[in-house]
């Protein structure tokens, strides 16, 4: 029988090779916006909260189980004394598994109030940032807005020495002039896929360590709550926002999506921009 112990193993080696992106970094509350031009030139903001976690509950939780786990024996399953070469493995392998998720984060640990404010100067070193406050573990106040052409993809955001980011907007350009624009990050189901393995992790668990388990995540939890939209002169081929768009002065068109704890898909749209000259 899998135990939790194995359970919680095998998930983080899942999610480090197929699921990470989009759990290590979320929004929290923000307001957001894609100015997209005919011509291919652009705007993008961010004004809220970025919450850095996700990889590090799941190692919490499976280091507190795995502390609580009794030695059993193999053949009769019953419990027995912890030999002390036994525990020294156990002590191993949690320092070889905080180690491989410190460096699959950048070696970020947002429990660490020093660390925290060197990530928040990494940001502040790169263009666009124009601000970065520390307001909590592992949370953010970031104001951020760039301008820029777009002849090539734009990915937000982008993380100086972090191995694995996840976007909360992605453009990407198609053959005939065609842009495609997602929002993975502003839907808590789509931006955030570690939460069902979190899910399954607290089935897993015995009902006592499920309860606490659960109450823990609840405490900690931040929830993605926003407003995206995107603004353009472009055509509007395809979009999934509930009432279209939104006409404007000088032929502008606004896509708005109001993004809840209960959204489902994430925004998207697809737009067709004039030719290149």
Known sequence: ???FKTLARATLLLGAATALSGCFLQPGSFDSTLTVLEDGRFTFAYDGEIVM???GDLAEMADAAEGEEPCTDESSGEERPCPQKELD???????????????MMGQADMSNPQQMAEFAEV??????WNAVEIAGEGVFEVSFAITSRLGHDFDFPTIEGMPIASSFVQARLRDGNRLRIDAPGFSPQAGNPMSGMMGEMIGAMGDGQATAANAETNDDARPIEGTF??????????????EGPQFGDNGMQTLSWDITPNSGAAPSALLALAPTP
């Open 1 to 3: 029988m899998m135990t």
């Open 53 to 55: 976690g996700g990889i």
């Open 229 to 242: 939209r995107i603004i353009t002169n472009a055509q509007i081929l395809t979009n999934n926002t509930d």
């Open 123 to 128: 940001l502040q070193r790169q263009a666009g």
């Open 89 to 103: 493995d156990r002590a191993a392998k949690k320092a070889q598994d905080q180690a491989m998720m410190q460096a």
